[in-house]
């Protein structure tokens, strides 16, 4: 059989799987973007077939900042249930909809037989004009509102370096225990490019009496300036060894991807040790590494000798 030119050899996967201290790989999702044309379209199309053999908890799909891109959203979401029968979670954000447009889509969403949310307030459109009628202030109060509604299986955001909107970290974390307590069952967090920080914020939420899943994401390093600069947005540190790491230099560029995926690789690898319960992959619909990594931690080996 031809070797798979997407991952390493098998004598290279073995050296390399042997950094996970796991023999079963963790639950894995992938998140998604709704494309925004025919090309785009059709690069996820791609990357859906390629993540879904190894996509053990499924998919999720965002929706725009202000609740832009809603039916791409739906339409998406719909989409990939369909092909690969993997559980898919829809986000669906307050800000940017009226409350009745907010559980229309959730009774959509609910009658087309998606039953994963991610409840977000969500971030504000950047031309700051609101709905005519007000919608949800907290997520939480979203988060409420879906569980009188439906039977959702509702996760929320976390943010294991907080939100920038936060007072500071504990004052944020009750944020997250009053939206788990309205109804939400998991949480899945805001990446981090220090995984102690997510060590950090586990230890801070039993404090609070969190006891709910706290999914960490992971963010592929192979676009370095891209991730650098969502870091920067999102109030997530920047480790001043890692940007050496994965700045270019001159003569060095081809050496940067080898460097972005066995950096990848120790974070995933120190955030399972750190108790991580799954881990989700911000994917930005590209599915070269995020396959590497789960492949890497065995993903898919069932399915693969089922098919042998």
Same mark, same amino acid.
């Given at each position: 059989m031809a070797e798979d030119a997407s991952?390493?050899?098998?004598?290279?996967?073995? #050296?390399?799987?042997? #950094?996970?201290?796991?023999?079963?790989?963790?639950?894995?999702?992938?998140?998604?973007?709704?494309?925004?044309s025919e090309a785009g379209h059709d690069v996820l199309r791609e990357t859906v077939g390629r993540l879904a053999p190894v996509a053990s908890d499924g998919f999720s799909v965002t929706m725009g900042a202000g609740g832009t891109a809603r039916s791409g959203t739906m339409e998406t979401v719909q989409e990939i249930a369909q092909t690969t029968g993997k559980p898919v979670t829809a986000h669906l954000t307050a800000i940017g909809h009226d409350r009745a447009t907010v559980m229309n889509i959730a009774d959509a969403l609910w009658n087309s037989g998606i039953t994963r949310v991610l409840a977000l307030r969500g971030d504000m459109p950047r031309d700051e004009l609101q709905p005519a009628e007000p919608s949800f202030e907290h997520a939480s109060d979203l988060v409420a509102a879906l569980r009188d509604r439906h039977d959702f299986e509702i996760s929320v955001a976390a943010y294991p370096e907080k939100h920038p909107e936060a007072e500071d970290l504990d004052d944020d974390i009750d944020h997250l225990k009053e939206k788990l307590d309205a109804g939400a069952s998991s949480a899945i967090c805001q990446f981090v490019l220090n995984p102690e920080s997510y060590a950090r914020f586990l230890e801070r939420c039993g404090q609070h009496g969190i006891d709910a899943p706290i999914v960490p994401?992971?963010?592929p390093l192979d676009d370095w300036p891209r991730v650098r600069n969502f870091a920067l947005r999102t109030g997530a540190s920047v480790?001043?060894?890692?940007?050496? #790491? #994965?700045?270019?230099?001159?003569?060095?560029g081809p050496v940067t991807p080898l460097l972005a995926a066995a950096a990848t690789l120790e974070q995933t690898r120190r955030l399972i040790a750190y108790g991580a319960p799954a881990l989700h992959i911000y994917t930005l619909n590209h599915w070269h590494l995020p396959l590497a990594l789960a492949r890497l931690m065995g993903a898919g080996q069932d399915a693969a000798a089922a098919g042998a």
């Open positions: 991952f390493p050899g098998q004598p290279t996967a073995a #050296l390399l799987r042997d #950094l996970f201290e796991t023999v079963t790989p963790p639950p894995l999702s992938f998140e998604l973007f709704p494309p925004r994401g992971i963010m480790p001043g060894w890692l940007d050496r #790491l #994965l700045t270019e230099r001159d003569g060095e």
